[in-house]
C-alpha cells in the first residue's frame, strides 16, 4: 500500500518585473470574497515575550486571540495550518522548566476549540525547534528546523494516534537551515552558511543522502533571500530578498526547476514586503511597512496579477495595529455554521427551490453547501459555449480563434456536483466551470488532457469532488490520478511510489492512459488501454492496474500485486 501525496495544479500567473512608486490600493466596496481562516502573530518586537496568536474568520468578521490564556508556552509564532483546518502548528518558547532560553524553543501543536494547553510536539531541553510547516494535505506530517551545538538539522515529525515520531532528514554543520518546506519530491529551505550569505536551498538525494544545492537565480550574491513558501503552482514557489546595500524586503517568484526568479508586482520600492502567505493563484497575503500604514508591518491582501493591495484591517478594524503583524497563513476550511435564514446574499439573490434543500452533506446543518448544490440540482441549466468563453475571457483573456470546446461533462457529475468541465480538441486543455467561475483542469502539454472522470469524496466532508485521470508528454507519455477539491478549489495529485526511509513520496505516473471504474466515492478501479481518450467514448476494456482506495482521510493507490 502507497502513501498519497499532494501537488496543486494551478496555472501560472504572469508577473510583473519591475517596482513601483506608487501605492496601490483596492476600495473598500471592492474587497475580494474570502471565507476561509486567517492565523498569524503580532508583537511588539522579536524576543520581547510579546508575542499572541490571532486567527481571522473572513466568513464571520470574528478576530480572537488563541494564546492569552496558555501557560506552558510563551511568544508563540509562525503558525500554520493543518491541511483539514482543525489545528494549528506553531513555534513557540516553553516555559515548563526550561534548560536555557536559547534552548527553550518547541514545537506545538493546537487544535482549535480545545480547552488548556497547546501540546508540545518536541519538548528536547537540548534542542532549538522552529519554523514549523505541514506537509501539504497531511494533517500530521510537519517539518521544522533544529540546531544542536554545532549541528543544524532538518527534521520530521509524524504523528499517529497519540504517538509522536521525530526523523532527522538533513544535518548540516556548515549551514543553518531555516523555513523549510516540501514541495513534490524535493525539500526547500534558506540557508545561512560561514560567511553569513543566505540563499534559497534544494535538497537533492544522490546514493540514499540528501545533499544541499543553491537554487538558481535564488542564490545571487551580496543579497539575502530567505523565508521560501509554497506557491500555488507547483513549478514555483515565494520568497522574500534583500540586497546588503539596501537591506529593503521585497518577495519573488522562484523557480523550482531552475527559472529565472521574478518579482511580484505588490512590492512598493523603498518599503519593506516580507512573509508571503498564499492564498490561491490570484491572492498573496503579506506583512509589510508601506505609506497609510498603523505603524510596523500590516498585513495586506495582494493581486498577483495587477499589484494592488488592501490592508486586512478593511475587513476588520482590530487586525492592523501599532505593534508587527506577521507570518500569516491561510486556510480555505471554515468550521463557521450558518442557518437557512442567515445564509450570505449572494446565494439567496440565486433562486432555489426551499422545499428540496436539506442536509445534502450530512454535517448535522442546513448551510450554505446545501442550498447550493440543490440551487444548482433544481435548475437543471447547463453553461454553453457562449457562457463558457464569456468566463474566459473575464478570467484568462483566451481568444476564440482556433479553439473547439466540447462539453465533456457526464451527467453524474453535473447532478452530483452542478459543475462543468469543457475540453478543447485542438490542444487538450480543460477547464470547468462551478459556480459561475472558471477553473484550469488537468495537465495537457503533449498529451490528451483530461482522459476521464467521476464523482469522489475522499475527504469525507459530504461535499463530491471530482477525480480525474490526465495525460500529457509526447516523447515520454504519461498519465495521472488527481482529485478537483471542490470546497477548497485546488487539484491534488495522488501518488503511489514506494515510501522512503522518510515516509515520502512522488506523484503516480502510467505509460498509457487511464480510466476508472467506480465503486464507491471512496474506491475506484483503475485500467489502461493505450493512449485513449475515454471522455470521447473510448472502449474501456483495458488491462486492470489497481485502487485507489481511502483510509484514514487520505486517498492511496494500490497496485495490482497488492490486492
Given at each position: 500500500?502507497?502513501?498519497?501525496?499532494?501537488?496543486?495544479?494551478?496555472?501560472?500567473?504572469?508577473?510583473?518585473?519591475?517596482?513601483?512608486?506608487?501605492?496601490?490600493?483596492?476600495?473598500?466596496?471592492?474587497?475580494?470574497?474570502?471565507?476561509?481562516?486567517?492565523?498569524?502573530?503580532?508583537?511588539?518586537?522579536?524576543?520581547?515575550?510579546?508575542?499572541?496568536?490571532?486567527?481571522?474568520?473572513?466568513?464571520?468578521?470574528?478576530?480572537?486571540?488563541?494564546?492569552?490564556?496558555?501557560?506552558?508556552?510563551?511568544?508563540?509564532?509562525?503558525?500554520?495550518?493543518?491541511?483539514?483546518g482543525?489545528?494549528?502548528?506553531?513555534?513557540?518558547?516553553?516555559?515548563?522548566?526550561?534548560?536555557?532560553?536559547?534552548?527553550?524553543?518547541?514545537?506545538?501543536?493546537?487544535?482549535?476549540?480545545?480547552?488548556?494547553?497547546p501540546?508540545?510536539?518536541?519538548n528536547?531541553?537540548?534542542?532549538?525547534?522552529?519554523?514549523?510547516?505541514?506537509?501539504?494535505?497531511f494533517?500530521?506530517?510537519?517539518?521544522?528546523?533544529a540546531?544542536?551545538?554545532?549541528?543544524?538539522y532538518?527534521?520530521?515529525?509524524?504523528?499517529?494516534?497519540?504517538?509522536?515520531?521525530?526523523?532527522?532528514?538533513?544535518?548540516?554543520?556548515?549551514?543553518?537551515?531555516?523555513?523549510?518546506?516540501?514541495?513534490?519530491?524535493?525539500?526547500?529551505?534558506?540557508g545561512?552558511?560561514?560567511?553569513?550569505?543566505?540563499?534559497?536551498?534544494?535538497?537533492?538525494?544522490?546514493?540514499?543522502?540528501?545533499i544541499?544545492?543553491?537554487?538558481?537565480?535564488?542564490?545571487?550574491?551580496?543579497?539575502?533571500?530567505?523565508?521560501?513558501?509554497?506557491?500555488?503552482?507547483?513549478?514555483?514557489?515565494l520568497?522574500?530578498?534583500?540586497?546588503n546595500?539596501?537591506?529593503?524586503?521585497?518577495?519573488?517568484?522562484?523557480?523550482?526547476?531552475?527559472?529565472?526568479?521574478?518579482?511580484?508586482?505588490?512590492?512598493?520600492?523603498?518599503?519593506?514586503?516580507?512573509?508571503?502567505?498564499?492564498?490561491?493563484?490570484?491572492?498573496?497575503?503579506?506583512?509589510?511597512?508601506?505609506?497609510?500604514?498603523?505603524?510596523?508591518?500590516?498585513?495586506?491582501?495582494?493581486?498577483?496579477?495587477?499589484?494592488?493591495?488592501?490592508a486586512?484591517?478593511?475587513?476588520?478594524?482590530?487586525?492592523?495595529?501599532?505593534?508587527?503583524?506577521?507570518?500569516?497563513?491561510?486556510?480555505?476550511?471554515?468550521?463557521a455554521?450558518?442557518?437557512?435564514?442567515?445564509?450570505?446574499?449572494?446565494?439567496?439573490?440565486?433562486?432555489?427551490?426551499?422545499?428540496?434543500?436539506?442536509?445534502?452533506?450530512?454535517?448535522?446543518?442546513?448551510?450554505?453547501?446545501d442550498?447550493?448544490?440543490?440551487?444548482?440540482?433544481?435548475?437543471?441549466?447547463?453553461?454553453?459555449?457562449?457562457?463558457?468563453?464569456?468566463l474566459?475571457?473575464?478570467?484568462?483573456?483566451?481568444?476564440?480563434?482556433?479553439?473547439?470546446?466540447?462539453?465533456?461533462?457526464?451527467?453524474?457529475?453535473?447532478?452530483?456536483?452542478?459543475?462543468?468541465?469543457?475540453?478543447?480538441?485542438?490542444?487538450?486543455?480543460?477547464f470547468?466551470i462551478?459556480?459561475?467561475?472558471?477553473?484550469?483542469?488537468?495537465?495537457?502539454?503533449?498529451?490528451?488532457?483530461?482522459?476521464?472522470?467521476?464523482?469522489?469524496?475522499?475527504?469525507?466532508?459530504?461535499?463530491?469532488?471530482?477525480?480525474?485521470?490526465?495525460?500529457?508528454?509526447?516523447?515520454?507519455?504519461?498519465s495521472?490520478?488527481?482529485?478537483?477539491?471542490?470546497?477548497?478549489?485546488?487539484?491534488?495529485?495522488?501518488?503511489?511510489?514506494?515510501?522512503?526511509?522518510?515516509?515520502?513520496?512522488?506523484?503516480?505516473r502510467?505509460?498509457?492512459?487511464?480510466?476508472?471504474?467506480?465503486?464507491?466515492?471512496?474506491?475506484?478501479?483503475?485500467?489502461?488501454?493505450?493512449?485513449?481518450?475515454?471522455t470521447?467514448?473510448?472502449?474501456k476494456?483495458g488491462?486492470?492496474?489497481g485502487?485507489?482506495?481511502?483510509?484514514?482521510g487520505?486517498?492511496?493507490?494500490?497496485?495490482?500485486?497488492?490486492?
Open positions: 500500500m502507497f502513501k498519497k501525496a499532494i501537488s496543486i495544479l494551478l496555472s501560472a500567473t504572469l508577473m510583473g518585473t519591475f517596482l513601483t512608486n506608487a501605492v496601490p490600493a483596492m476600495s473598500a466596496t471592492e474587497l475580494p470574497k474570502m471565507s476561509g481562516r486567517l492565523v498569524y502573530h503580532s508583537y511588539d518586537s522579536y524576543g520581547d515575550d510579546s508575542s499572541e496568536l490571532f486567527i481571522f474568520n473572513f466568513k464571520t468578521n470574528k478576530l480572537e486571540c488563541i494564546s492569552n490564556e496558555w501557560t506552558n508556552v510563551k511568544d508563540p509564532m509562525n503558525a500554520v495550518w493543518t491541511d483539514n482543525k489545528a494549528v502548528v506553531f513555534m513557540g518558547m516553553n516555559t515548563v522548566d526550561p534548560i536555557s532560553e536559547f534552548y527553550s524553543w518547541d514545537i506545538f501543536y493546537y487544535e482549535i476549540g480545545s480547552e488548556g494547553n501540546i508540545n510536539l518536541t528536547d531541553p537540548m534542542s532549538r525547534c522552529e519554523d514549523p510547516k505541514m506537509f501539504k494535505s494533517n500530521n506530517k510537519i517539518i521544522y528546523k540546531m544542536e551545538n554545532d549541528c543544524n532538518i527534521r520530521m515529525i509524524t504523528i499517529n494516534g497519540g504517538e509522536v515520531e521525530i526523523n532527522t532528514i538533513y544535518s548540516s554543520t556548515e549551514i543553518e537551515p531555516a523555513m523549510p518546506f516540501y514541495m513534490i519530491s524535493n525539500y526547500y529551505f534558506s545561512l552558511d560561514k560567511n553569513g550569505e543566505m540563499d534559497i536551498y534544494r535538497l537533492n538525494a544522490i546514493d540514499g543522502e540528501y544541499a544545492e543553491k537554487v538558481p537565480y535564488c542564490s545571487e550574491p551580496d543579497t539575502f533571500e530567505y523565508y521560501p513558501v509554497l506557491y500555488s503552482n507547483p513549478n514555483w514557489f520568497y522574500t530578498s534583500h540586497t546595500a539596501d537591506k529593503v524586503d521585497y518577495i519573488y517568484r522562484g523557480g523550482c526547476f531552475n527559472q529565472q526568479s521574478e518579482l511580484m508586482p505588490f512590492n512598493i520600492e523603498g518599503c519593506d514586503t516580507a512573509d508571503p502567505c498564499v492564498v490561491n493563484e490570484d491572492y498573496t497575503i503579506t506583512s509589510s511597512i508601506r505609506p497609510g500604514g498603523n505603524g510596523g508591518y500590516d498585513l495586506y491582501l495582494c493581486d498577483n496579477l495587477t499589484g494592488e493591495a488592501i486586512l484591517s478593511d475587513y476588520n478594524e482590530n487586525i492592523n495595529t501599532g505593534k508587527n503583524e506577521l507570518a500569516a497563513w491561510y486556510t480555505p476550511t471554515n468550521d455554521k450558518c442557518d437557512l435564514e442567515n445564509i450570505s446574499d449572494f446565494v439567496l439573490a440565486k433562486p432555489y427551490d426551499s422545499t428540496k434543500v436539506f442536509d445534502i452533506n450530512n454535517d448535522n446543518a442546513v448551510n450554505v453547501f442550498v447550493v448544490i440543490a440551487r444548482r440540482r433544481a435548475s437543471g441549466a447547463r453553461y454553453t459555449l457562449n457562457g463558457l468563453w464569456r474566459l475571457d473575464e478570467k484568462y483573456k483566451l481568444s476564440r480563434e482556433e479553439m473547439h470546446f466540447v462539453d465533456i461533462t457526464t451527467d453524474d457529475v453535473f447532478e452530483e456536483t452542478g459543475c462543468q468541465i469543457f475540453k478543447e480538441y485542438g490542444n487538450f486543455t480543460s470547468l462551478f459556480d459561475d467561475d472558471v477553473y484550469s483542469i488537468g495537465d495537457n502539454f503533449g498529451g490528451l488532457g483530461l482522459t476521464d472522470m467521476y464523482t469522489c469524496d475522499f475527504d469525507g466532508n459530504g461535499v463530491k469532488d471530482i477525480i480525474y485521470s490526465c495525460s500529457m508528454g509526447s516523447g515520454i507519455h504519461s495521472f490520478v488527481a482529485i478537483f477539491d471542490l470546497t477548497t478549489m485546488e487539484q491534488y495529485v495522488v501518488t503511489s511510489n514506494e515510501l522512503n526511509e522518510y515516509g515520502l513520496d512522488s506523484p503516480f502510467y505509460w498509457e492512459d487511464l480510466y476508472f471504474e467506480k465503486i464507491s466515492d471512496t474506491e475506484f478501479e483503475m485500467y489502461a488501454n493505450g493512449i485513449t481518450d475515454y470521447l467514448g473510448g472502449p476494456n488491462k486492470y492496474i485502487k485507489v482506495i481511502c483510509q484514514d487520505c486517498s492511496y493507490i494500490v497496485s495490482e500485486n497488492d490486492l
